[in-house]
């Protein structure tokens, strides 16, 4: 995860670019993955580098990403009608879908320039059988000015309004933990999902069956439980990668 583990908003978390770059130079690949459907890998990329990290636009997946990749598995050149961001619009036609006015699928991400009237095409297309797919399913995310709404928002209020019940492709759905495991390209059973949300990050790497470590760094609590337990708890970032490459070596 990026946002509560590598940095808090617009501020790095102490630690945290050190603890990947130790990481990479002891050959422990790093894959990022983020519910954030608003930007584009490179634009993370850009982030991340001036916060002192290396990390390249090709090892980091969005949802906005995963959810192209959802689509384009259904069959060739998906037939679609985009609520939400730019970014979430062009990353589905570069991916090869098509934008039409009699879609199989409403793909639903926000915006946070939305007006109510942008979502009266999506509900005739969802009440004449349009499938509802949605990059995550957030309902707000925290920021320095407060909370946000995010995705979950949006879903909440089509499902509503017609009764139908959406797809969602983002943590902790299988859909974009099995993009970041082909991305690895290694055994998930070599893969281990740090992450800062209990809901999300580790109620999806147990599910995709992979190790996970919760960093009290973000969301979480020292002393949050819930039905779904991390393999590990760590301090941060910086703590997690000393105890990983430590485990490393003894292999």
Known sequence: DMDGVLFRGDAVIEGSAAAVRDLQNHGVGVVCLT??????????ERKLKGMGFNLRASNILTSGLATAR??????????IHVVGSAVLRQTLLDAGAI???????????????????????????????????ASNGDVVIPT????????????????????????VIGKPQPEIFEGAIDLLGVAREEIVMIGDTLATDIVGANAAGLCSILVASGN????????????????????????????????
Do not use: W
């Open 144 to 167: 320095s000015a407060g909370p946000e709404p995010e995705t979950g928002a949006v879903i909440a209020f089509l499902e509503a309004a017609t009764g139908c019940v959406a797809t």
């Open 70 to 79: 959802y689509l384009m598995a259904q069959g060739t050149a998906p037939e």
């Open 35 to 44: 519910n954030n459907a608003r930007g584009t890998p490179e634009d993370c």
């Open 99 to 133: 934008e039409s006015e009699a879609p199989d699928y409403v793909v639903v991400g926000v915006d946070l320039d939305m007006k109510i009237s942008d979502l009266t095409p999506a509900i005739r297309h969802l009440t004449n059988g349009a499938d509802l797919i």
């Open 220 to 251: 979480s609590k020292p002393a949050e439980t819930g039905s779904h337990e991390p393999t590990a708890r760590f301090a941060d970032l910086r703590v997690a990668a000393d105890f990983l490459i430590s485990e490393r070596s003894l292999v």
